[in-house]
């Protein structure tokens, strides 16, 4: 098991940019995928990117791509969500993800654990 906290989270302008990092702890922090999801009020979570085990495989939804970049530094057990050009369609909670086969993956059920999210808010 790993334990994942999510920071950077808070409220930007249309426009604007945000990084958010997920730290992790416990178990080896090289060997997990990596991925991070997000959940707007009355909607359901929903993908937004992941990265495999060394970094050199990205993957993202289509709503982000161009927009956001995904990154790791597995000497500081941490990864990294870039967000730019951000939208008011972007405010949601963000959850980071780990999947233990060390792959990226879109799907929610291959990340056992999670991180407890942090808001971000786009203003109009």
């Known amino acids: 098991q790993v334990q994942l906290v999510e920071s950077g989270g808070g409220l930007v302008q249309a426009g604007g940019s945000l990084r958010l990092s997920c730290a992790a702890s416990?178990?080896?922090?090289?060997?997990?995928?990596m991925g991070w999801f997000r959940q707007a009020p009355e909607k359901e979570r929903e993908f937004v990117a992941s990265?495999?085990?060394?970094?050199?495989?990205?993957y993202y939804a289509d709503s982000v791509k161009g927009r956001f970049t995904i990154s790791r530094d597995n000497a500081k057990n941490t990864v990294y969500l870039q967000m730019s050009s951000l939208k008011p369609e972007d405010t949601a909670v963000y959850f980071c993800a780990a999947d233990s086969r060390g792959y990226y993956s879109s799907n929610p059920r291959n990340y056992g654990d999670w991180g407890q999210g942090t808001q971000v808010t786009v203003s109009s």
């Open positions: 416990g178990r080896t922090f090289s060997n997990y995928g």
């Open positions: 990265i495999n085990w060394n970094g050199r495989s990205t």
